[in-house]
Structure formats: C-alpha cells, structure tokens
C-alpha cells in the first residue's frame, strides 16, 4: 500500500479506512490477503457477511443432510464433511465476488511485456458489482460480461 501511495496517491476515505482496520480484530488475516484488506476498506462489515452466510449455509445444510440419511449419518460422516467443506470454500467467494473493492491507487499500468490475457485481466472489474470511478477504473457493460 505504500507504494501505490508513493505513485499515484490514496483517497482520504480509502486512508482512514486503512487505517480504522489496523485495530481490528482480524488484523493479521487483513494484512496477510490483500483481497480481504480491499473489500474492507470498502466495507467494513465484509468479514461480518462471509461469517453470516457460512453460518446460514453450514447450519441449513446440516439440518438437511441429518434429515436426509437419518441413521446413517454418522456412517456417512466424510460425505457429509466434504460438502461442507466445498460449502463454505463457495460461500466465501460468492460473497467475495460481490462485495465492492477499494480503488487504490490510479490506473493500473500495464507494462509492455505482459501478454494479451493479462492486458485483459487487468481491465475487468474484481468484483461483480465494483463501481466505475472516473478517471481511476472504468468499466463498460462490455468489461463487465
């Protein structure tokens, strides 16, 4: 973060958003997946919504799966911890894809030597619902399909 601050500057918001997080509980996850810190910046209560949908998910799931093979719950127990497993991987990132990411930094440079495909990578929104800001990250409704 700091060198996006030496290059092309940070927003006063995104900067004292950064700087709210650096007492968060999570502080470690924050700082070590750079993906977590950006959609906290941008929301605070990220951490809060990916909690509450692989408890929501987990919970129902359980009841369905205990419902569903009755005695042979426990005989079927790895199944049952698998699809939970796979539960919770896609619970976090359908609620990453759509949660709004902190634009830091101006325009992405993309230097000569990258390939067409990371060209193109760099000019698609990291996330679904991500706002265009003007003159930093704008997207077409072409970038967005």
């Known amino acids: 973060m700091l060198e996006t601050a030496k290059t092309a500057g940070i927003r006063s918001t995104a900067l004292t958003a950064y700087v709210s997080l650096q007492s968060h ?3 470690g996850l924050i700082q070590r997946f750079s993906w977590i810190r950006n ?6 209560k990220f951490l809060f919504k990916v909690l509450a949908e692989v408890v929501i998910d987990s919970g129902c799931g359980t009841v369905a799966e205990v419902r569903k093979r009755g005695e042979d719950f426990w005989a079927e ?3 049952y911890l698998s699809d939970l497993l796979v539960g919770i991987v896609l619970d976090v990132v ?16 993309v230097a000569a030597g990258q390939s067409g495909m990371q060209r193109w ?6 996330a679904a619902l991500e706002a265009s800001v003007k003159g930093v990250k704008e ?3 072409g970038s967005r399909v």
């Open 121 to 126: 990578l760099s000019g698609i929104p990291s």
């Open 94 to 109: 359908l609620v990453s894809l759509m949660a709004p990411v902190a634009v830091l930094g101006g325009r992405a440079a």
């Open 25 to 27: 509980a999570a502080h």
């Open 139 to 141: 997207y077409s409704v």
């Open 77 to 79: 127990f790895e199944f």
């Open 39 to 44: 959609r906290m910046i941008a929301d605070d």
